[in-house]
Nanobody
């Protein structure tokens, strides 16, 4: 059974930083894409960043480029989302999700939300 556990959310002032972690209980971790998604109140869930555990390819949404970084420690089966220069519009519940890499490439994987496995989410609140 696949389990994903997020941690690292919290309350931070605008301009501050947080690092989210997604610990995955996945036997064949290297075959998965791990994505970070977020959902703000009244808005649809959107892909923020994704990483392929197989080849390390990454994708970042335009709204977070230059501020967020995604990385993976395959030995620990943990994916991190380093968030710097946070803005009030980054406030949302952040979820990590896992699925096999499909034919759409890493950008395509971040554009879809139909992942098989999801974590419980962690709240990120940025005060202005």
């Amino acid at each position: 059974e696949v389990q994903l556990v997020e941690s690292g959310g919290g309350l931070v002032q605008a301009g501050g930083s947080l690092r989210l972690s997604c610990a995955a209980s996945i036997f064949d971790f290297d075959d998965y894409v791990i994505g970070w998604f977020r959902q703000a109140p009244g808005k649809e869930r959107e892909g923020v960043s994704c990483i392929s555990s197989r080849d390390g390819s990454t994708y970042l949404a335009d709204s977070v480029k230059g501020r967020f970084t995604i990385s993976s420690d395959n030995a620990k089966k943990t994916v991190y989302l380093q968030m710097n220069s946070l803005k009030s519009e980054d406030t949302a519940v952040y979820y990590c999700a896992a699925d096999f890499l499909g034919p759409w490439g890493i950008q395509g994987m971040c554009a879809m939300t139909g992942y098989d496995f999801w974590g419980q989410g962690t709240q990120v609140t940025v005060s202005s």
